[in-house]
């Protein structure tokens, strides 16, 4: 039997699909909590998922129930799946990608004493597994040999697509109460706040970004305006962090955000794999360059060579012509 | 305050990663080598605390002796104390890795003041298995929460970290643990007193026969590129007319 770990209202389409493709029995595991009203919410979750889960081919849902697993505590979560791994003995646990579904594994795997292969694109069932996994955000892929009694792995974000699993008639619920020490719960969230609401680089339909070549901090006015005419965000480049010129949430790439918008508009960026990696996603690229030998021309949907100075007020003037 | 930060040294390739003959490793005969962006930061909040509360940086590195590089660049950002800890050219699995800081914790604590606090980066830039922090914390017995943007420290530490609908703050007993993200300050460049001192300070040197664990990397292969070629627009002011084409027929305009 496979476990698959659901965080939030629904379970992950990539990791149900990648878990069907191993051919074994597919189970799920939610962490709720018993405490108060949330548990009331967390039985309606609940039941809303046990339908789709059924619909996905999954006949059994394993409930982790514990007054410490209200709100979120990812020592608490970690430590409660490490339990119900070692009372139901699965052959694997797969989770998604995301920070905090990567965040309970380990915490499960370091408590398990297990190993764990984290963003995998693909796996070869068997013993040893045969995976690969996704290095450096994306930057190069690993081929590798997991050997464990229980395989622990996380899926990449986008990768597999979803399968077509065969349905069940229904989806049982099963309780775990997992035994948790009062001091797991440190770790705990004591506050949330919502976000500031708006356009950002995660939801923006076109992304007009910024590296070296933009020159300094007001170069990137024409960036700002171009993004405002187009509905946009403005992003950046590391060096551009580096420099102060942009605030590292603009940043995209390895170490900054990944995005997928319609529309990525590189301006002086080179295309450094570390950058790269993180704008790979975006259905269609423009770079605008002076250096035609440049990285993110060569790799782009669209090419204009030139200073981004010249060019961009150009396309901003252009725009405004045609709309009025 | 005693803080450790555990840096990876990693390269720094450009347009494309380049392999070795038989796809085992990274070719970095060329490529030069930094510390870990997120464990930069690390690095430069480690020090902003000491400059605040007192006490003294450790920077820790697991890899070949060549990591002594980072470790000096940590050192001329202004940490007190160089380890490192030789495992050989090879890549450790992130068990091992995590295993080899845990036992050199305890080698360079032992008869000297516990550390109060633990900095990692979240993830390495090269192998990113995100777990090595997490699997020492529990090795410690020490509180630990990742992707951390913001820290403060007073009776105890609190953390700020970004999740996709806002932010969520942490308040962790002393002594813990943070794995942090790039983001969380803006580093500093090592300025010329800095670097002397680094460049003179002596570095400790622990031994560590890694176990084997149960990931094991057996060849390394570059994504697909498999994007048409690129449409060329043209050149300078002149090609505005092309891009508003290619925004309309995108829809984004
Ligand atoms: C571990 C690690 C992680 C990293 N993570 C990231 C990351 O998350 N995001 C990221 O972006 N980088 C990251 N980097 C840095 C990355 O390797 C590159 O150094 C960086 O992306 C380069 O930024 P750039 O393209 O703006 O600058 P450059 O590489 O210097 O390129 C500038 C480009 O601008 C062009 N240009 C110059 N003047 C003009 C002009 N007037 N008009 C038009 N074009 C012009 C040039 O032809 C050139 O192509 C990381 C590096 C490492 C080692």
Redesign the pocket.
Known sequence: MLLTLIDGQEPAPNVLALAHSLDLPVEAVLHVTSDGADADDADDVAGHLTDELAKQGVATLHLIRHELLAGYAPEAFGEALAQLVAHLRPAAVLAAGTDRGTEIMAHAAARARLPLATNCVAVTGGDPWLLTRAR??GMLLEEAELTAPVKLATVAQGAAAPADAQAVDNCAVREFVPELLPELARTRVVERTAGRGGITLATAPVIVS??????SAEGYAVLEELAALLGGAVG??????NNGWRPHSD???????KVAPDLYI??????????W??CTDSKAILA????PE????ARATYAVI??????LPAVVAEIRARSS | MEILVCVKR?????AKVPLSADSREIDTRHL?F?I??HEECAVEEAVRLVAGHGGQVTVLAVGPPEAEEQLRYALAMGADRGVLVETGPAELDPEATAAAIAQAVHTVTDGAPPFDLVLFGDSS??AGHYQVGIRVAAELGLPIVGGIKGIEVGDGLRLRREVPDGAELYELPLPAAAAVR?GLNLPRYPNLPGRLRARKASLRTIAFEPPVGGLRKLRLRQPADDRAETVLLGQGAAAAPAVVDVLEELGVV
Do not use: F, K, W
Not at chain 1, 266 to 275: E, R, V, Y
Not at chain 1, 288 to 291: A, F, H, I
């Open positions: 450096g955000g910024g590296g070296r070549g933009v020159g950046c480049s590391r060096v551009a962090t940043q995209v790439g390895l170490t900054g955000t590189a301006c002086g960026i080179s295309g450094a794999t570390q950058h990696v993180g605008v360059n002076t250096d440049a990285p993110m021309v030139g200073d981004v100075h010249e060019v | 990693v390269p720094a390739p450009g030069g930094t870990g962006p830039a090269d790039e």
